[in-house]
């Protein structure tokens, strides 16, 4: 088994930027993808960036693409989103998930955190 948390979150104003983190632990051997998701009230959950954890491969949403960069750190085991220059559109619950396969920006990940919550005014 896998265990997510993710942090980072907060308010900030339009223009500004967050990082947001995913520490993980356990069987992390089970899984060779990651991605951040993220879900506003009343919308779909929607994938926004995703990575392989061998580095070869990421993908990001077109809403995102040029403003939000995911990267990992793999001795600590943290995935990362930096979110830069952040729309009020940009605010939701921010999740991320881990799975052996790689499912890109669709949400069939096996493993998921229970979110951070980012608010852009």
């Known amino acids: 088994h896998v265990q997510l948390v993710e942090s980072g979150g907060g308010s900030v104003q339009a223009g500004g930027s967050l990082r947001l983190s995913c520490a993980a632990s356990?069987?992390?051997?089970?899984?060779?993808?990651m991605g951040w998701f993220r879900q506003a009230p009343g919308k779909e959950r929607e994938g926004v960036a995703a990575i392989s954890t061998d580095g070869g491969s990421t993908h990001y949403a077109d809403s995102v693409k040029g403003r939000f960069t995911i990267s990992q750190d793999i001795a600590k085991r943290t995935l990362y989103l930096q979110m830069n220059s952040l729309k009020p559109e940009d605010t939701a619950m921010y999740y991320c998930a881990a799975d052996r396969y790689n499912y890109r920006l669709a949400g069939l990940y096996n493993y998921w955190g229970q979110g951070t919550q980012v608010t852009v005014s």
């Open positions: 356990g069987h992390t051997y089970n899984y060779n993808f």
